[in-house]
């Protein structure tokens, strides 16, 4: 071996480029870039197309209820047909749903699109978990979701940025539709990148159905899943609301709402690598806490805002609500059965999902008393998610 073949083997091993992270990190890459130039606009597409404030809350209920219906088949597929044509399956059918968003002439067809775009938002999200846990030890582990991580936000630090000044270029319906193109041409790269995975499908010892996978959850898990959905509702009452508030109620135009997320996402990012390292050396709880404590903040940051500088403070909370993300899903993995682990997050995620599906749906109906006052709501329910985890997880299953 060469000194930079060496040198690049260290690099590697340090940052957790493992092959199979490599291959599903560029997918992610890939798809993150693709989705983020039309992804946080797409209420305003939906306004556009004619949707009723109301069906834009619904269409943001839709979306966790898919995330949650989606993840458990997303994890059996995933663990009965491998990592490699679980994954590639989801991309394809969220191609399919780009070119239904692209073709929409009212805004009921874009829910229609929204049952394929999920396949890889959500179906892909177990197996994408498995990969970490399959090809990382345990101490490695939040620094390879720190990748994945890292790889996914970049291109949100810049894409809603470029989306932002097209729409303002072309228009709402045009800028979008130029977006989505962009997006399958980047999903089909994406999809030669996924070829690339080799891990061998590992079967169960018994067959396994879901309530045996459920029972196979340790309390601690349990108990992380219930604070999370606080945590998840307070962000689902304003999260699809967001860029009405900045528009709407504040005033700022479409490419300042872009730099806005990429405040966001470049605060998320300069948190990751220190955070992962420290939390598989020393603990994962601290950082948790962090991040749920960051969730509850956010949305009281959003409605303390009064011009675009407010908002850029507001937003670095948001981005900071990352910083314990790659150590609580370390622990997620840690904590399940290597056998039945795609399952497993996906199970952990579909109870998560379906039990936050009604937030964005209550939060219109917020709305329609005043602007503010769902993320008011939000910020009181995620200090119950703090309070929730601080108190039970201990810090021997954390750690």
């Known amino acids: 071996?060469?000194?930079?073949?060496?040198?690049?083997?260290?690099?590697?091993?340090?940052?957790?480029?493992?092959?199979?992270?490599?291959?599903?990190?560029?997918?992610?890459?890939?798809?993150?870039?693709?989705?983020?130039?039309?992804?946080?606009?797409?209420?305003?597409?939906?306004?556009?197309?004619?949707?009723?404030?109301?069906?834009?809350?619904?269409?943001?209920?839709?979306?966790?209820?898919?995330?949650?219906?989606?993840?458990?088949?997303?994890?059996?597929?995933?663990?009965?047909?491998?990592?490699?044509?679980?994954?590639?399956l989801f991309v394809a059918l969220?191609?399919?749903?780009?070119?239904?968003?692209?073709?929409?002439?009212?805004?009921?067809?874009?829910?229609?699109?929204?049952?394929?775009?999920?396949?890889w938002s959500s179906m892909a999200s177990p197996p994408l978990f498995a990969v970490v846990g399959d090809a990382l030890p345990r101490d490695r582990r939040a620094l390879g979701f720190t990748v994945q991580s890292i790889l996914k936000r970049v291109p949100i630090a810049v894409a809603p940025t470029l989306g932002g000044l097209v729409i303002a270029a072309y228009g709402v319906r045009d800028g979008v539709h130029l977006g989505l193109?962009?997006?399958?041409?980047?999903?089909?790269?994406?999809?030669?990148?996924l070829a690339r995975i080799d891990i061998p499908v590992r079967a169960d010892p018994v067959p396994t159905h879901i309530l045996a996978v459920w029972r196979s959850l340790p309390p601690p898990l349990r108990w992380l899943l219930t604070s999370d959905i606080f945590i998840r509702t307070c962000e689902g009452l304003v999260d699809v609301f967001l860029v009405l508030y900045a528009i709407n109620v504040?005033?700022?135009?479409?490419?300042?709402?872009?730099?806005?997320?990429?405040?966001?996402?470049?605060?998320?990012?300069?948190?990751?690598l220190p955070v992962a390292r420290f939390g598989d050396r020393f603990g994962r709880k601290p950082f948790v806490i962090a991040t749920f404590a960051a969730f509850a903040l956010f949305p009281v940051a959003v409605v303390l805002a009064s011009d675009f500088p407010g908002l850029v403070v507001a937003f670095v909370v948001g981005g900071v609500r990352e910083v314990g993300e790659p150590a609580r899903k370390a622990l997620i993995v840690d904590l399940v059965?290597?056998?039945?682990?795609?399952?497993?997050?996906?199970?952990?995620?579909?109870?998560?999902?379906?039990?936050?599906?009604?937030?964005?749906?209550?939060?219109?109906?917020?709305?329609?008393?005043?602007?503010?006052?769902?993320?008011?709501?939000?910020?009181?329910?995620?200090?119950?998610?703090?309070?929730?985890?601080?108190?039970t997880v201990e810090e021997r299953y954390a750690g």
């Open 250 to 272: 504040i005033g700022v135009s479409a490419p300042a709402y872009g730099i806005l997320v990429a405040v966001q996402m470049t605060a998320a990012i300069v948190s990751y």
């Open 1 to 88: 071996m060469t000194s930079v073949d060496s040198a690049r083997a260290r690099v590697s091993a340090a940052l957790g480029l493992e092959r199979n992270i490599v291959a599903v990190s560029v997918a992610m890459f890939l798809l993150a870039l693709g989705e983020n130039l039309w992804k946080r606009f797409l209420p305003k597409y939906l306004e556009i197309l004619g949707a009723p404030i109301a069906a834009i809350g619904l269409f943001g209920t839709c979306e966790d209820f898919l995330d949650g219906v989606y993840q458990y088949p997303g994890g059996w597929i995933g663990d009965r047909y491998g990592r490699r044509r679980a994954l590639r």
């Open 337 to 391: 059965q290597p056998t039945m682990r795609a399952r497993s997050v996906g199970l952990y995620y579909l109870v998560r999902s379906l039990a936050i599906a009604p937030a964005a749906f209550i939060g219109g109906l917020l709305w329609g008393v005043t602007p503010a006052l769902p993320f008011w709501v939000a910020g009181a329910i995620g200090l119950v998610g703090v309070i929730v985890f601080t108190a």
């Open 94 to 119: 969220a191609m399919i749903g780009y070119g239904l968003y692209w073709l929409a002439p009212s805004w009921p067809f874009v829910f229609a699109g929204l049952l394929f775009v999920m396949a």
């Open 181 to 193: 193109g962009v997006t399958v041409v980047l999903a089909a790269v994406a999809l030669a990148a």
